[in-house]
T-cell receptor
Framework: GNSVTQMEGPVTLSEEAFLTINCTYTATGYPSLFWYVQYPGEGLQLLLKATKADDKGSNKGFEATYRKETTSFHLEKGSVQVSDSAVYFC???????????FGKGTLLTVNP | GAVVSQHPSRVICKSGTSVKIECRSLDFQATTMFWYRQFPKKSLMLMATSNEGSKATYEQGVEKDKFLINHASLTLSTLTVTSAHPEDSSFYICSTPGLAGAGSYNEQFFGPGTRLTVL
């Protein structure tokens, strides 16, 4: 079955530091890959996505590249801000199936 | 983006009672709603899919008689935890696809979640 493994947190960084949150997956076929973000007290929001190999998703300074050869979709940001503090979830949707499989989430705290 | 609300945001109840959680799509009609459960430090687990006007589809291992789902209108789906026990304590989240009725489901819009604590 499908599964997603992401870096366990919590991750604590200083403002303007470089961020990487690792995510690897196991899936049959050609899944679509997503990063969702959950700010305190709010629902999950789509941060970025990639639907095929070598695609790069990007949004709000965050980037992730769909690497089929390493089955990875690592999230990166060159310079984090305090407002980026949130829980980040890596997820996949396999083929035409609408179901999302989530990683366990990584709590990021950015200090000023 | 679409807005999904949940009510209540948190609820504490006694063991043996039933609790109803409401999920509403505020600015569009949602023919499909997904219900997830999230344990501490665990990923979200899909419990069931509700479709307006028809019976919900439950994931393997989820007791349909315990977690009653109703999707009577295009803007409201409810999850009722019946005869709740402490092991049902969890964070329950609903979501709906951005394109109601479409096949792509490229994005899901999530509610803020409901924290259930059963004493």
């Amino acid at each position: 079955g499908n599964s997603v493994t992401q870096m366990e947190g919590p991750v604590t960084l200083s403002e303007e530091a470089f961020l990487t949150i690792n995510c690897t997956y196991t899936a049959t076929g050609y899944p679509s890959l997503f990063w969702y973000v959950q700010y305190p007290g709010e629902g999950l929001q789509l941060l970025l996505k990639a639907t095929k190999a070598d695609d790069k998703g990007s949004n709000k300074g965050f980037e992730a590249t769909y690497r089929k050869e390493t089955t990875s979709f690592h999230l990166e940001k060159g310079s984090v801000q305090v407002s980026d503090s949130a829980v980040y979830f890596c997820a996949l949707r396999g083929g035409s199936n609408y179901k999302l499989t989530f990683g366990k989430g990584t709590l990021l705290t950015v200090n000023p | 983006g679409a807005v999904v609300s949940q009510h209540p945001s948190r609820v504490i109840c006694k063991s043996g009672t039933s609790v109803k959680i409401e999920c509403r799509s505020l600015d569009f009609q949602a023919t499909t709603m997904f219900w997830y459960r999230q344990f501490p430090k665990k990923s979200l687990m899909l419990m069931a899919t509700s479709n307006e006007g028809s019976k919900a589809t439950y994931e393997q291992g989820v007791e349909k008689d315990k977690f009653l789902i109703n999707h009577a209108s295009l803007t409201l789906s409810t999850l009722t935890v019946t005869s709740a026990h402490p092991e049902d304590s969890s964070f329950y989240i609903c979501s709906t696809p951005g394109l109601a009725g479409a096949g792509s489901y490229n994005e899901q819009f999530f509610g803020p979640g409901t924290r259930l604590t059963v004493l």
